[in-house]
């Protein structure tokens, strides 16, 4: 299955970065949204500030509220599940649970989901983790490339429209001119202010409005 | 120990940012811009990364074995490969680069 494979890729991309396997193993049972992790060990491994790397983190997994906010409609749960359930909101939950066709489907659908991919991407990551260790040169591997592979693959099905590569093309021209000359972290952070040049250019171009979803 | 701030500070930051959307009502973020702005976030931060931890060493930019990593993971995203496929030439393609001596 992807996930586990992509907990795998964690755990070796993780202690390949230098964090200890507590810490690697830490991260995805607390953090447990896989492209912020990804980001933070990758922002680690470049040396940067604790505070930046996580800010980097942080704002990939802005996209859960807004999961959870569809979620909290179709599932309706009571409200001491809520800090529980909080947990589990993550891409593939709120893709299956969003897809049901009733309430009682949907909560079976992220609790099942929930519950297997959490407990998944813990095993894997452990795995990569205590599996790396072993390997040795992680580099010899070709294990480095596995971060950004992730990153594409999580990255490809979101270009849909001229807005989105647009973004996506300045991010990368910002993300790589300002790396050589900003502190470590920081220069993803930049890139990041792609999303909102993008959506403000398009408010100005002439006849563009409502051309995309 | 700065890496413990960081998965602590990640942690609590991206649990509360989970919490937040169970909480809100209904409506308080369906403001289309908003709405455009979260969903084009994680696309510039994702294209941003790929880049930088294909291209980046330290604070300098480098064309090494990765590259023809994430490139043939490209290819393989074009022909609607499975992700599994997608990381695992990333993978393969980098470490025989890298045992040819690029």
Known sequence: MAVGLSGFAFGVTSAGAGLTLLQTCALSLLVFTGASQFALVGAIAAGGNPLTAAAGAFFLGVRNAFYGLRLSQVLALPRFLRPLAAHWVIDETAAVALAQPDRRTARLGFTVTGLTLYVLWNLTTLAGAAGAEAIGDTDAWGLDAAGPAVFLALLAPMLRTATERAAAALAVVLGLVFLPVLPAGVPVLVAALAAPAVLWLKGRGPGTKGEDR | ?102
């Open chain 2, 1 to 102: 120990m700065t890496v413990w701030i960081a998965i602590a500070a990640t942690a609590v930051g991206c649990y509360l940012v989970k919490y937040v959307g169970l909480l809100i009502p209904a409506g308080a973020l369906e403001r289309p811009l908003v709405r455009q702005l979260a969903a084009l976030l994680p696309v510039a931060l994702l294209a941003a990364l790929t880049a930088q931890q294909t291209f980046g060493s330290g604070s300098s930019l480098v064309v090494d074995a990765r590259a023809a990593g994430i490139a043939a993971a490209a290819l393989a995203l074009l022909l609607r490969a499975p992700f599994l496929v997608v990381v695992g030439a990333a993978v393969a393609v980098t470490a025989g680069v890298r045992a040819l001596g690029g």
